[in-house]
Each structure stands twice: as structure tokens, then as C-alpha cells.
């Protein structure tokens, strides 16, 4: 199985700032890597798959990149609807997800 | 726009069979651009994959769960089911239904239902 790893655990952060959040991968996944987005009572939200393809509705201030093993999520520009928890996946060999970052109000 | 709706018993004994449905409105479960999946997650960590069913009836389940997981699918009714044997505490979690892209580039769950809390007590 392929281990998933996220940091930090929370990122404390400042609105209209930057946030720069991390994911391992514990082998290779290439690009195939998607970041979700969930708040409270909610289910997550599809923000980033290829590592660096937004979906559909996703504002330009979230990009994502990396391959193979090191992957990045940035928020360029934090919103007060930005202040949640987010999860990377792999779908490269089964499906996994990390165990998330939470961005919190600085 | 395509809506997932879970529904089922919120409280299950343990050793019993945990049972739930998603209903599928808006689209066609027929619809061979997608799987249809099951995720759960229990409080406080991330999501875990159980398994997908295409409209044909076949299965992938996750290797750690797959002796007690069955899956189907009614596409009269527009719906997928779970059943999940043998229930312990360790399989309370919220369970999510999740529309799944089939497309090895684009593999990711797009859609997902509101989720329904299952907890495993006597």
C-alpha cells in the first residue's frame, strides 16, 4: 500500500496570505495525485487531480504541483472560505489518502 | 447536476452486517465514464477507499477489507449498494458514496453524498 504523508498537521495562517502545504508519497505515484478540500459536517471537495489540473469551478488562486513522490498545494491569496482541512490522494496503485492538513486562522 | 444521497441504519451490533444505499440523482448509473464507489472515515483521520462498482455489476474492493465486503448495483432503481460483514467498533465512520472517473489519468473521486454516520455498538 502506498503511505500517503502530509505536512504540517496544521498551518497557521494569516487571511491574504500564502499557504504551502506538503505531501510524500511513500513510493512513486507519478502524477497521479488529486487534493481535496473538506469542512465541517461536509464530504471533501475535488480541488486538484494530475497533481496540477484544477477541477471544474476551482478559483486560480489554488495550484498544485510536483511528481513522483513530492507534492505541494498553494493557497496564493487565503480566503476566509480557504480555512479547512485538506487531503492528498493517490490513485497510481489502488486508492489512498494522507491524513491531512488543517489550515487554521493566524 | 449529478447528487449522491446515502441512506441506512445509523447504529449497527457488533458481529452484524452493516447495510447501506446511494441513491443517484441527475444522471444515469449507466453512465460507462464512471465507478461508483464507497468511502469511509473514521472521526478525526482521512478518508479511506472500500471499494467501486461499475454498471455492470464488477467489483474492486480494497485488499484489507475485501473478505467482508460485497457490493451491487440495481440500475433500474439508479442505485449501488454496500454490505460490510462483521462489524467491530473499528468500523465506525462516516461512509461516503463517491462517483469515481473512469479514466487511469483522471482516477479521482469527483462527486461525493453528504455521508451518513455509522456507529457499531451493542
Known amino acids: 500500500e502506498i503511505v500517503m504523508t502530509q505536512s504540517p498537521a496544521t498551518l497557521s495562517v494569516s487571511p491574504g496570505e500564502r499557504a504551502t502545504l506538503s505531501c510524500r508519497a511513500s513510493?512513486?505515484?507519478?502524477?497521479?495525485l488529486a487534493w481535496y478540500q473538506q469542512k465541517p459536517g461536509q464530504p471533501p471537495r475535488l480541488l486538484i487531480y494530475?497533481?496540477?489540473t484544477r477541477a471544474t469551478g476551482i478559483p486560480a488562486r489554488f495550484s498544485g504541483s510536483g511528481s513522483g513522490t513530492e507534492f505541494t498545494l498553494t493557497i496564493s491569496s487565503l480566503q476566509s472560505e480557504d480555512f479547512a482541512l485538506y487531503y492528498c490522494?493517490?490513485?497510481?496503485?489502488?486508492?489512498?489518502f494522507g491524513q491531512g492538513t488543517k489550515v487554521a486562522i493566524k | 447536476q449529478v447528487q449522491l444521497q446515502e441512506s441506512g441504519p445509523g447504529l449497527v451490533k457488533p458481529s452484524q452486517t452493516l447495510s447501506l444505499t446511494c441513491t443517484v440523482s441527475?444522471?444515469?448509473?449507466?453512465?460507462?465514464?464512471?465507478?461508483w464507489s464507497w468511502i469511509r472515515q473514521p472521526a478525526g483521520k482521512g478518508p479511506e477507499w472500500i471499494g467501486r462498482?461499475?454498471?455492470?455489476?464488477?467489483?474492486t474492493y480494497n485488499p484489507s477489507l475485501k473478505s467482508r465486503v460485497t457490493m451491487s448495483v440495481d440500475t433500474s432503481r439508479n442505485q449501488f449498494s454496500l454490505n460490510l460483514t462483521s462489524v467491530t467498533a473499528a468500523d465506525t465512520a462516516v461512509y461516503y458514496c463517491?462517483?469515481?472517473?473512469?479514466?487511469?489519468?483522471?482516477?479521482?473521486?469527483?462527486?461525493w453524498g453528504q455521508g451518513t454516520m455509522v456507529t457499531v455498538s451493542s
Open positions: 462498482i461499475y454498471y455492470t455489476g464488477s467489483t
Open positions: 513510493q512513486s505515484v507519478f502524477t497521479n
Open positions: 463517491a462517483r469515481e472517473r473512469a479514466s487511469r489519468s483522471e482516477d479521482v473521486f469527483d462527486i
Open positions: 494530475g497533481a496540477s
Open positions: 490522494q493517490q490513485y497510481n496503485s489502488w486508492w489512498t
Open positions: 441527475g444522471g444515469s448509473i449507466n453512465n460507462g465514464n464512471y465507478y
